[in-house]
């Protein structure tokens, strides 16, 4: 189908008035009558995965994390994004975004990785408001696993169900600690932690947690802490989408498997 088609169908499962303010989503690099006939899905737009589209014959690369995030003044080739944009275009392929407004989507990434842990009776752990409010729509997920776990046990859990990546999954607080139920949020969550602390979870598994919000959590008796590798919170939701993009527009997709977890030992 036509590149414009496409967005049009991306854009009703993940409308753009759902990002949040500062984040930059939707087309990026394109024309709009570009044909697709397959889609290459990634959670960054990299020198190793434009290779990767490119190799695949995909005309399409959809992204979670923004390309150009912040401002720039040039995209010369002798900048590292000037030369991802020169490389798209000289291939011929479109990049579109789908970030925040896919967070908060239901179903969207946290439902993903819920989905890997097994939660079930999902609910938002930070219910949307504004344009994406209602329909079960909201950052980061609510969730029972099937029996009890201990901390150490949902640990091994998570580590053995995420995508492998050198940072694994680190859990703070006591190991014999019984959970049952679980918040989840995809990518940096320790800003979500008073709501998981507020929701009365017994653990909360996101990425990205910083030393003294954590510490001072765990300090204060706070859920139980699992931090996994940024990238393997979000890899994850690739699968659902490819296969929705498959059943509904009939795209043939390719899901990058490259791990771009800046901590790679």
Known sequence: MNLSDLLALLDTWYPSAWAEDWDRVGLVVGDPEYFVHRVHLTVDCVPETIAEAIDAGAQLIVAHHPLLLRGVSSVAATTFKGRIVRDLIRAGVALHVVHT???????????????????????????????????????????????????????????SVLPTTSW???????????VRTVAVSGGAGDSYLTAATAAGVDAFLTSDLR?????????????????????????PWLDDLARRMRDEAG??????DAVTDPWNV
Do not use: K
Not at 170 to 176: E, K, N, S, V, Y
């Open 211 to 235: 030393h003294h919000p954590a510490s001072e959590h765990l300090a204060a008796g706070g859920p139980a802490l699992l931090d996994a590798a940024h990238w393997a919170t979000e890899r």
């Open 168 to 178: 694994g999954v680190r859990a703070g607080g006591d190991p014999d600690r019984i």
């Open 101 to 159: 407004n896919g967070d908060v989507a239901n179903p969207g990434v946290s439902d993903s990785l819920a989905d890997r842990l097994g939660l079930t009776d999902l609910r938002p752990l930070v219910p949307a408001t504004g344009a994406a409010a209602g329909g079960g729509r909201g950052i980061g997920r609510i969730g029972e696993l099937s029996e009890d776990m201990t901390l150490a046990e949902l640990a091994e859990h998570a580590n």
């Open 251 to 256: 795209v043939d997709t390719v899901v990058s």
